[in-house]
């Protein structure tokens, strides 16, 4: 059941409504686990035993880890990790380990049959294990008690707007929200709905659009140098609108019952270095392996040497998280070393021309990036890159033509500008919401490309 699709609309507004005619907490929390394993079985209904069994080993952890003390305790969060840690393994990276593995196991063993997987991707499983050990890590670091009702713990795992692709939430800002009765709000409603038709302009009007030269300039060899460099500007977009759309629109459905998430992006190609960017794009992930990695690992704390280190090792992971494949290692490798080693420039206060100077060497750095993110092999990857700087020759052929281009440039600017200059979604006139979701409609309907594509994270 993908965001961009009527089976969701409908979907969403049943649940809100019937949410507002329960009269109880309780009551509204079996509403929205049931809906969210419906929402969940709506993509493989099989692997809701696999979240099932991990949201009943980290409920027990949790009282495990409370209850001991010193070894024991450690134990407990470590077996609770292991078997998170274990099934994100087994399901997305197993078959990654044997073909890095496959030329030394052919060489020792030429006639063995290497016992490859034939399995989907549990969806959202990187999400949701991220989540459910940043519950038992915090208990056992003693900032959360474990939680007793076992409906409300399978509620933080399974809540249905950020199931599969974020926020990676933690366990004090959700949980006690899903103690808390939330009365109808009129407020609450109209800015979560006004943020989810911007999550759904961004998704089906500008990332869907640009996907079209995207996939173009990915899929055509031998193009010019200015069509290769369209295609990677125009990922740059793709990859935000996508990514920031879905957020926009779980947030905004969360909103609308009274429920707040932690905001994911923050305009992130307005950032002045790479340093900036990771404070502004996936934030809820950045810090995650902030908390629960880098600073574990000693973060800056036991000099530069370890520092440039620890730095490599959580972009390194932080790659792998995204993908069993070389090119995001790469990709997260590429991040580290601008990190750690470009000097990271700062806003000028009153320097408009160099702050936006420091934007747009950043951005470029940033979507050079992005084409190890975006490519299937290392080797297309180097050639893509390699085109790119290659100004002579080659067919300047576009996935789109002139009016579409130009069509599609402007939409980066209104998007840019509306980010800029608009912080926030409450629209506190009723008759300005009303146009405000009469104009988006209007626009979602007549320039939106309307093929249900899936959502570029659900893939990690």
């Not at 929200?177 to 500008?206: C, D, S, T």
């Amino acid at each position: 059941m993908l965001f961009n699709s009527l089976q969701f609309l409908i979907f969403f507004m049943v649940v809100s409504l019937a949410y507002y005619r329960l009269p109880n907490q309780r009551s509204r929390v079996w509403l929205l686990l049931i809906a969210s394993c419906y929402f969940y079985m709506s993509f493989v209904p099989k692997y809701l035993l696999i979240l099932g069994g991990t949201i009943v080993i980290d409920y027990f952890a949790g009282f495990l880890i409370s209850n001991s003390k010193g070894s024991t305790r450690k134990a407990w969060l470590t077996m609770s990790i292991i078997a998170n840690v274990g099934v994100l393994v087994y399901f997305k990276y197993f078959n990654f380990l044997l073909d890095t593995l496959a030329p030394a196991i052919r060489s020792a063993f030429p006639h063995y049959d290497i016992p490859y997987l034939n399995i989907i991707l549990p969806i959202g499983l990187s999400f949701h294990t991220f989540q459910a050990m940043s519950y038992t890590i915090e208990v056992y670091r003693g900032n959360q008690p474990p939680e007793r009702n076992f409906v409300v713990y399978a509620l933080y795992v399974m809540f249905y707007p950020q199931l599969v692709a974020g926020p990676i939430e933690r366990p004090q800002n959700i949980l006690p929200q899903l103690h808390q009765y939330q009365p109808y709000n009129w407020g609450n409603v109209k800015e979560g709905l006004a943020r989810m038709l911007w999550g759904f302009f961004k998704k089906v009007v500008i990332a869907d659009r640009l996907a079209i030269e995207v996939n173009h300039a990915y899929a055509h060899t031998g193009l010019a140098s200015s069509a290769l460099w369209v295609g990677a500007i125009f990922y740059s977009f793709q990859i935000y609108c996508d990514f920031s759309g879905y957020s926009d629109i779980a947030l905004g459905s969360a909103k609308v019952m009274g429920i707040g998430l932690m905001e994911n992006f923050n305009q992130p190609y307005i950032s002045a270095s790479i340093t900036e960017f990771w404070s502004r794009w996936h934030i809820s992930l950045s810090s995650w392996f902030r908390d629960y990695l880098y600073i574990p690992l000693g973060g800056n704390r036991k000099g530069e040497a370890r520092r440039k280190l620890n730095v490599f090792a959580t972009f390194m992971l932080s790659g792998l998280w995204h993908g069993a494949n070389f090119t995001f290692i790469i990709w997260g490798l590429l991040h580290g070393l601008l990190v750690t080693f470009m000097p990271g420039g700062k806003r000028s206060g009153g320097n408009i021309v160099k702050t936006a100077l420091l934007a747009t060497f950043n951005f470029i750095l940033v979507t050079l990036c992005w084409v190890f993110f975006r490519s299937p092999h290392i080797h297309e990857a180097k050639r893509y890159i390699k085109g790119l700087f290659t100004f002579t020759g080659g067919n300047v052929s576009f996935g789109l033509n002139t009016n579409e281009l130009l069509f599609s440039a402007g939409l980066i600017a209104v998007l840019m500008i509306r980010e800029y200059k608009l912080k926030g979604h409450a629209i506190s006139s009723d008759s300005r919401f009303a146009w405000y979701c009469a104009i988006m409609v209007a626009v979602c309907y007549f320039f939106g490309v309307f093929e249900e594509n899936q959502f570029i994270y659900f893939q990690f």
